[in-house]
C-alpha cells in the first residue's frame, strides 16, 4: 500500500517508539528505514481505572510515544522526527488483561487459562507529527487500535511447561510468540496475524494514507524548529 512512498516516508525522518524485535522486523520488511528509541514510560497504569481494555491499551501506547517525542525535544543532538511511531499489545481473555509474564511461573498460569479457549489480541497504534506552526500543540496525533481473536488448540500441562522452559514467553503479551513455538497452540485466528505478533500492518498503513499524505509525499514541517 505504501510502495510509492516508502522512500519519501524514509527520509521525513521516521522514529519507532519502540525496542520490540518483531515491530522492528515488521516495519524494515516493507522497506522502511527508521530509528529506534524506546520508551521510558514506566507501563504500569491501573486497568481498573479505564471504562475498558481497549482504552487502557491505547493510553499506554499514547504515553509511550510522547515520552519518546518530549526526549526527542529535550535533545539538542536529535532532529524532529516526521513520525514517531509506538504501539502497545494487550492479550484479553474474559475481559481480563494478560500482559507480559511477571515470570515462569506466571506464564504457565496464562497459557493455562488459554488453552482450548478463544481471546483477542489488541494492539493500540500511535502516530505523531509535527505540529504546524503557531498551534497549541507541539505534534498532531493520531491513536488506533486493531483486534484479532485467536482460538488456542487444548494445552497439556507437560506441553506448556515444555514451552515456558524455553523462554519465549517471557517477553510477549499474553505469554506466547504466534510467529515462534507459540504458533504450534494455534488452531484458528480471525483477523491479522501482524496484529498478534505486535503491529497491525495493514492498518497501520491505511491509516497513515488517510491522516497524513504530507508525510507521505515527504513534506514535513521543516522549518519548524525544537523549542
Given at each position: 500500500m505504501l510502495a510509492g512512498c516508502i522512500s519519501n516516508l524514509s527520509e521525513s525522518g521516521v522514529v519507532l517508539a519502540s525496542k520490540s524485535p518483531r515491530r522492528f522486523e515488521i516495519l524494515r520488511q516493507i522497506g522502511l528505514k527508521f530509528s529506534v528509541r524506546s520508551s521510558k514510560f514506566a507501563e504500569d497504569l491501573n486497568h481498573s481505572s479505564f471504562d475498558s481494555p481497549k482504552k487502557y491499551v491505547q493510553?499506554?501506547?499514547?504515553?509511550?510515544?510522547?515520552?519518546?517525542?518530549?526526549?526527542?525535544?529535550?535533545?539538542?543532538?536529535?532532529?524532529?522526527?516526521?513520525?514517531?511511531?509506538?504501539?502497545?499489545?494487550?492479550?484479553?481473555?474474559?475481559?481480563?488483561?494478560?500482559?507480559?509474564?511477571?515470570?515462569?511461573?506466571?506464564?504457565?498460569?496464562?497459557?493455562?487459562?488459554?488453552?482450548?479457549?478463544?481471546?483477542?489480541?489488541?494492539?493500540?497504534?500511535?502516530?505523531?507529527?509535527?505540529g504546524q506552526e503557531g498551534a497549541s500543540s507541539a505534534y498532531e496525533s493520531r491513536i488506533f487500535y486493531e483486534t484479532t481473536q485467536v482460538t488456542f488448540a487444548d494445552l497439556t500441562d507437560d506441553i506448556i511447561k515444555s514451552y515456558v522452559d524455553t523462554k519465549e514467553p517471557m517477553d510477549k503479551a499474553g505469554g506466547y510468540g504466534i510467529q515462534g513455538i507459540g504458533g504450534s497452540f494455534v488452531s484458528g485466528i480471525t483477523g491479522c496475524y501482524y496484529n498478534v505478533m505486535g503491529f497491525p500492518l495493514h492498518r497501520f498503513c491505511a491509516e497513515l494514507l488517510k491522516w497524513s499524505p504530507s508525510v507521505l509525499k515527504g513534506k514535513t514541517n521543516e522549518s519548524r524548529k525544537k523549542s
Open positions: 493510553e499506554t501506547a499514547r504515553r509511550k510515544a510522547v515520552d519518546v517525542w518530549e526526549d526527542i525535544m529535550k535533545d539538542k543532538k536529535a532532529h524532529l522526527p516526521g513520525l514517531l511511531i509506538a504501539a502497545d499489545t494487550i492479550v484479553i481473555h474474559k475481559n481480563v488483561v494478560l500482559e507480559k509474564p511477571h515470570d515462569s511461573s506466571h506464564a504457565f498460569k496464562m497459557l493455562k487459562t488459554l488453552s482450548g479457549d478463544s481471546h483477542e489480541v489488541v494492539t493500540a497504534v500511535v502516530l505523531l507529527t509535527p
